[in-house]
């Protein structure tokens, strides 16, 4: 139907993107979310509410928190072997060539479930690896959006 | 009838049911939780939800709804697929400096285990 906001996201081809939407959001819903955001921020918006949907679909309990939790997990791994590695280059006599300046990203209270309403980014080094991207404003994510690499990135249950 | 109205049938102005199937997860003294959910999902699909789950997972349910739409108010553009984003950058660059570091470690062993070598020539 001609004016209909739904039809540049999502094409024929595709019938389970809308049916997961509709099903968890609902259409009225969406339609209000789409209408509160600009024209560019649409097809960002009805993705990331198709991959949530999706992730909700598969894991009715803890939708997108289940990967949110494993990838958490990860990155805290990752900083102690980080660390670790450091401790060992020090050990060597040698500074740390790394910036030692990856951002952490802290939610408060912790563990799950967690409650990032103000989520703490803590920088341990000079300068920021990343910043922290503009809150509600569709500030861009490059490349790593979760719907471009695959599902075998949404990771574990919990 | 519950005594008192749990906060999602105060918020859709209706009788609050002895079964009601939102009343053990919003508390009436928490109206934030149930509209943020409500703006973002809809009371009917929670409910539906809800009903799909078994009893003993429905608290946990709730959270991770809660979540999500406060992410979603938050950011209306990513939600909560923008801290997933976030993440996975931090995961990919810590898995590279973690390997600058790790070479450096090796380049450094060896060049610790030449300098002994050549201690004892």
Known sequence: ?158 | MNPKRCAACRYLRRRCPKDCVFSPYFPPNNPEKFACVHRIYGAGNVSKMLQQLPVQTRAEAVESLCFEATCRIEDPVYGCAGMISLLQTQIQKTESFLARTQAEITVAQIKHSQNQHSEFM
């Open chain 1, 1 to 158: 139907m001609p004016g209909c906001i739904f039809a540049p996201y999502f094409p024929p081809e595709e019938p389970h993107k809308f049916a997961n939407v509709h099903k968890i959001f609902g259409a009225s819903n969406v339609t209000k979310l789409l209408n509160e955001l600009l024209p560019h921020q649409r097809e960002d918006a009805v993705n990331s509410l198709a991959y949530e949907a999706e992730a909700r679909v598969r894991d009715p309990v803890y939708g997108c928190i289940g990967s949110i939790s494993y990838f958490q997990r990860q990155v805290h791994r990752l900083q102690k072997e980080l660390d670790a590695a450091n401790a060992d280059l020090v050990h060597y006599g040698l500074s740390t060539s790394t910036p030692g300046n990856v951002v952490d990203l802290v939610f408060q209270p912790q563990p799950f479930p967690p409650q990032p309403l103000n989520p703490v980014y803590r920088l341990s080094g000079a300068s920021p690896v990343m910043t922290q991207q503009p809150r509600g404003t569709g500030g861009s994510y490059g490349t790593f959006l979760p719907w471009n690499n695959g599902h075998d990135q949404q990771g574990g249950n919990m």
